[in-house]
């Protein structure tokens, strides 16, 4: 069994199209994280949700609506697709807001024309 | 801002070879530090976390803690070429947020 698993793993689309990116996990965490990797590799927080509750929200445009409906899931909805948004999107948990003990999973590589 | 600084790379090592990853940080306050390993195309996997000052030992991997200097380290021992990848230093600030760095670039040559 995947312990994070996202769907889909390769999303190819035309800019102004939306686009929703699902995340799931078995570990039974309590806090759910997604990335955003670009193509210099450098990872950054874009939202992180405890118990459902949002705890991280950092300044990404609000195109981007993160949606949890229960602690197992999180899932990325975003609007109006620009090129700027092609990258690799990676969802992780953890056992709780504490540790940076974070497991992720495969990815999803988004990519805009 | 709070940074984590790492030499991008490539870090080419022979081999057999210790290879030494290195990262710095500014934030005086983190007290959790973490070494992922990601793959290309991979996603990142943790293979250490450390709390304290000193060493900390796991097979190969040693990670070394010196706040008062502010740096973290990991070193690989008897470098294999299956050890390529890029090394990403990440610390936890005290608002619980996690500090990434960029990544090295690590090429393990046979």
């Known amino acids: 069994d995947t312990a994070v698993s996202q769907t889909p793993k390769y999303l190819v689309t035309q800019m102004g199209n939306d686009k929703s990116i699902k995340c799931e996990q078995n570990?039974?965490?309590?806090?759910m994280y997604w990335y955003k990797q670009d193509s210099k590799k450098f990872l950054k927080i874009m939202f992180s949700y405890n118990n459902k509750e949002l705890i991280i929200n950092e300044t990404v445009p609000n195109r981007f609506s993160p949606k949890s409906p229960d602690k197992a899931h999180l899932n990325l909805h975003i609007n109006s697709l620009e090129l700027g948004d092609s990258a690799v999107y990676f969802c992780a948990s953890s056992l709780n807001r504490g540790p940076g003990e974070l497991f992720f999973g495969e990815g999803s590589r988004l990519t805009v024309l | 801002q709070k940074e984590v600084e790492q030499n991008s790379g490539p870090l080419s090592v022979p081999e057999g070879a210790i290879a030494s990853l290195n990262c710095t940080y500014s934030d005086r306050g983190s007290q959790s530090f973490f070494w992922y390993r990601q793959y290309s195309g991979k996603s990142p996997e943790l293979i250490m976390s450390i709390y304290s000052n000193g060493d900390k030992e796991d097979g190969r991997f040693t990670a070394q803690l010196n706040k008062a200097s502010q740096y973290v380290s990991l070193l690989i021992r008897d470098s294999q070429p299956s050890d390529s990848a890029t090394y990403l230093c990440?610390?936890?600030?005290?608002?619980?947020?996690?500090?990434w760095g960029a990544g090295t670039k690590l090429i393990i040559k046979p």
């Open positions: 570990l039974g965490h309590d806090t």
């Open positions: 990440a610390l936890m600030d005290s608002n619980y947020q996690l500090i």
